[in-house]
């Protein structure tokens, strides 16, 4: 999974973005844009049309893993069905969790983010520091998404009642997953130092790189589920997962 996911998220994200500007600065050499943004558009087209099915591929695996992880399994689940059914399925705590844990968490950053001038080229710690403050929120969030009995109950109150409540016991699971799901992002940032005098190379620690953020994606999934498990019979999110 880590390598085929890697590969496809590389391709869509790296090479044919990569393809495209290099056309399109051919064709503003020749003098010729129109024909370049034709060329760009039906290169990019394909990738378009089959990066979200990858994407959609890709959070129902997770979401398998973290389920699988709280129920106690210890091998990976298995993956999801390759047909319209199969892509369509499972997706509703993600969508929840978009609303009420990921948008949620991210206003202190947004609220900044409209009421400071140049509020990242000044100084990248504040953003990054209200980033990290909203990240509990946000995986607390997407834990009782998945987990809970009602779908629905990842209100700010719950998950705030829980951290509070429960902070002892979430705060290890909580640093963990916080500095894994770290590596990713800092992975990128050094392999775009790369681009400008050494592409190859850039092109070649991009797909590292995502296979490195898919890895530490399912690696954070797993803590989460595991940390549910252990403390069920305290969290009492949902009872079909407790014995």
Known sequence: MVATMAIAFWGFTILVPEYCLGVWGDANTLGAPSMGGLIIL??????????????????????????????????????????????????????????????????????????????????????????????PYSEVALMICFLHENPLAATPARVVGNLVGHGGSLLPMVLKVTAILGLGPMAFAMALTLRADHFWLYLIAALGCWANLIWTTMVAMRIMGVAYFLHRLTLKWDSDLRP
Not at 68 to 93: H, V
């Open 42 to 135: 039906i290169s990019a087209l394909p990738a378009v049309l089959l990066f979200p099915l990858i994407l959609v591929y890709g959070l129902q695996y997770l979401g398998r893993i973290l389920v699988s992880s709280a129920m106690g399994e210890a091998i990976p689940p298995r993956t999801p069905d390759r047909n319209f059914d199969g892509l369509l399925s499972g997706l509703g705590p993600w969508f929840v969790w978009l609303v009420l844990g990921a948008a949620i968490s991210s206003l202190p950053l947004c609220w900044s983010m409209l009421f400071t001038d140049h509020f990242v080229l000044a100084n990248p710690w504040p953003p990054l520091g209200l980033v990290l403050l909203g990240l």
